[in-house]
């Protein structure tokens, strides 16, 4: 599944500039060495079935992807709230510890690079002399919450961590199926987030969601509902979610596991889709956000999509 020469494209991405708007800078390399541990014996314990999903119709199926992402998103089940959790670098190792121990809980070591950068000298003394000139009042940084960060839409999953990524990559996906009775109990608390605030702890403006719709086919966010208090959902993070993917499931989560190879959009390719408003807004349980916001500290366009899906499964 995975090309030979993956290991070093991402040890070399990773020792690059993250690209990203408050933290542009490398991952610490002892945190590249944990990403990157690899035992490739765990390759002949995972199965991989390539999924299909059907084609859309119109300007949708001239953009490689899009079907895929239209299709998770329909993985849902009647009285489960699913949420998705992009898992980056899936070395083996990383893909069975995904769907045994940590399960979803796989940490990308993100939130520990923020964590690192914002603790050093050099960083905490450009930043203060930032902030003690009035002229600039403050230097805005990527929150860091107290919990783990989940995404209602699977494009949003996708395209948060756009930064140490090859033009050819791979991202597995989590996808949570979580009983609407742990939510409607208070068992599991899902709180909305600001991605970039004035400080990585500032949770002035986080949210518990409350809202919630049931349908037929599934348990979900009242979108309108939130939107009309001012939320547009993007990032969330939960309280109460166990890390642990066994006691998970004895609570009576459900994870489903996906390994998406993806690739980078061609520059404007998603222009096109701007030509016919009544077809995004048709199609906006899996288009909201996709071209970004105009608050560039919210979300960014996509800039990857799937080319191709993979059920993931221990033998």
């Known amino acids: ?12 991405q990773l020792r690059s500039p993250s690209g990203s708007l408050t933290t542009n800078a490398p991952m610490p390399e002892q945190l590249i060495n944990k990403l990157l541990e690899e035992d490739i014996s765990f390759k002949d314990k995972l199965s991989f079935e390539e999924m299909a999903f059907p084609t859309l119709s119109g300007v ?12 998770l998103q329909r993985q849902s089940k009647k009285d489960y709230l699913t949420l998705f959790r992009a898992i980056r670098f899936p070395t083996y190792k990383r893909m069975y510890e995904s769907i045994g121990k940590s399960g979803y809980a796989t940490s990308n070591y993100e939130q520990e690079r923020i964590l690192e950068l914002y603790g050093r000298d050099d960083y905490q003394k450009e930043r203060s002399a930032i902030t003690s000139n009035p002229i600039f009042w403050t230097q805005p940084q990527e929150r860091v919450v107290d919990g ?9 999953a996708l395209q948060i961590h756009y930064s140490f990524r090859g033009k050819q990559d791979f991202v ?16 599991i608390k899902l709180i909305s987030n600001s991605a970039i605030d004035l400080d990585y702890k ?26 009309a208090q001012g939320i547009d959902l993007h990032e969330i993070y939960s309280r109460g979610l166990p890390f642990n993917l066994s006691v998970a499931q004895s609570m009576g989560i459900e994870q489903e596991t996906f390994l998406l190879e993806t690739y980078r959009l061609p520059a404007g390719e998603l222009e096109k889709l701007r030509t016919n408003s009544k077809m995004l807004k048709e199609n906006a349980y899996f288009l909201h956000g996709i071209f970004g916001d105009q608050n560039i500290f919210a979300r960014q366009k996509a800039n990857h999509l799937p080319t191709k899906c993979y059920k993931v499964s221990a033998r």
């Open 148 to 156: 783990l960060p989940l995404f209602s839409l699977v494009n949003d």
């Open 1 to 12: 599944m995975l090309r030979e020469s993956i290991i070093e494209e991402w040890r070399e």
């Open 172 to 187: 597995a996906l989590a996808g949570l199926h979580i009983p609407k009775g742990l939510i409607e109990s208070g068992a």
């Open 60 to 71: 949708l199926n001239e953009i490689t992807g899009l079907n895929i992402i239209a299709g």
């Open 202 to 227: 500032n949770g002035e403006q986080d949210f518990e969601i409350k809202d919630f719709v049931a349908t037929d086919a599934s348990y979900k966010f009242d979108y309108p509902a939130l939107r």
